[in-house]
């Protein structure tokens, strides 16, 4: 014969708005990620990289006249995971980042942001990714008007077992290229044969990625004023009749083949003392062809930057 005690308690279910999590009631909870290697699951191996992907939150950055902005940002948060543990707390990632939501955004945080990864999680490594479009005013080439130009960035920091960190800016400039065959065809049709020929050109992108010297600092600014140095032909926002003339007109002094575009753009970075390794990778998106034309260098710098690069297909964004 069951007794009362003997009988199941019917779980209740409600939400309880008035119920208080003291300290006490906090330590009892289970914490099945830092359960150790008890609970680990398939092999015991560690992971190079865990943590969490696209959280976003606004960030205060420096805009280019040194105002403050405030712009959307996606961040990705990562730490080393050793092979005797079966997990991290995953959103210990967000609060500590969250401790720095109200300073302005820069390179340098990431640094602090990293440590603190690596402390509190008691990780060996940890990167940190930050995603932004960020706005500067374009003036257009003749009108005087102005417009603005949209740029996407990230601030990317690595802390090695070392304790060593790497601050890399990943910039994207969007430009046009004109080709330097089909202009040369395009005139020999109207000397040889008197006949209206159009070179093709197309919207193009370069994406450097920069590593900052850890006692200097370069802005986005400058990254764009060293890309519209190599290039000339960045696209524009604000046209009138006489800005797109200028504009075929600098096309047809600055004709590019993909490969020229990213020898301009490594003759520019080399010279630049703030930077010591660097990354170019340029696509062509072929207005004569079906598929992109891509060239991909780097400085050459030992342990640093190396030119495979797959993913062009993220460039067409």
């Known amino acids: 014969m069951d007794t009362q005690s003997d009988k199941p308690h019917e779980l209740r279910r409600e939400y309880d708005e008035d119920f208080v999590v003291t300290p006490d009631y906090r330590d009892s909870l289970p914490d099945v990620q830092n359960s150790g290697a008890d609970g680990l699951e398939g092999a015991r191996v560690p992971i190079l990289q865990v943590g969490i992907s696209g959280f976003r939150l606004p960030l205060a950055f420096v805009g280019p006249d040194g105002e403050a902005l405030t712009i959307e940002t996606s961040v990705t948060g990562t730490v080393s995971l050793e092979a005797d543990k079966k997990g991290i707390n995953m959103s210990r990632i967000i609060r500590i980042f969250y401790e720095y939501k109200n300073e302005t955004f820069a390179p340098e945080i990431l640094s602090r942001i990293l440590r603190e990864y690596k402390e509190k999680l008691d990780s060996k490594e940890a990167r940190l990714k930050a995603n932004f479009s960020y706005p500067m005013l374009q003036e257009s080439l003749r009108s005087g008007l102005q417009g603005f130009q949209f740029y996407d960035c990230c601030f990317e920091g690595i802390i090695d077992c070392a304790d060593r960190i790497r601050k890399i800016i990943h910039f994207d400039f969007v430009y046009s290229s004109a080709c330097p065959c089909a202009s040369e065809l395009s005139e020999h049709a109207r000397e040889k044969r008197n006949l209206l020929a159009i070179p093709h050109s197309q919207r193009s992108k370069a994406r450097i990625s ?36 200028a504009f075929a007109e600098m096309n047809g002094a600055k004709v590019k083949f993909v490969e020229d575009a990213a020898r301009l753009l490594f003759a520019q970075l080399n010279e630049e003392h703030r930077i010591i390794d660097f990354r170019v990778v340029c696509s062509h998106f072929e207005s004569l062809h079906s598929h992109d034309a891509v060239a991909v260098l780097c400085r050459g710098v030992d342990g640093g930057f190396r030119a495979e690069f797959e993913d062009f297909s993220n460039l067409n964004a």
Do not use: F, G, Y
């Not at 140095?229 to 696209?235: F, G, Q, R, Y």
């Open 210 to 245: 920069v590593e900052v010297h850890p006692e200097k600092e370069i802005s986005l600014l400058d990254l764009r004023d060293l890309c519209i140095n190599a290039l000339s032909t960045e696209t524009q926002v604000m046209v009138r009749r006489e800005d797109e003339q």
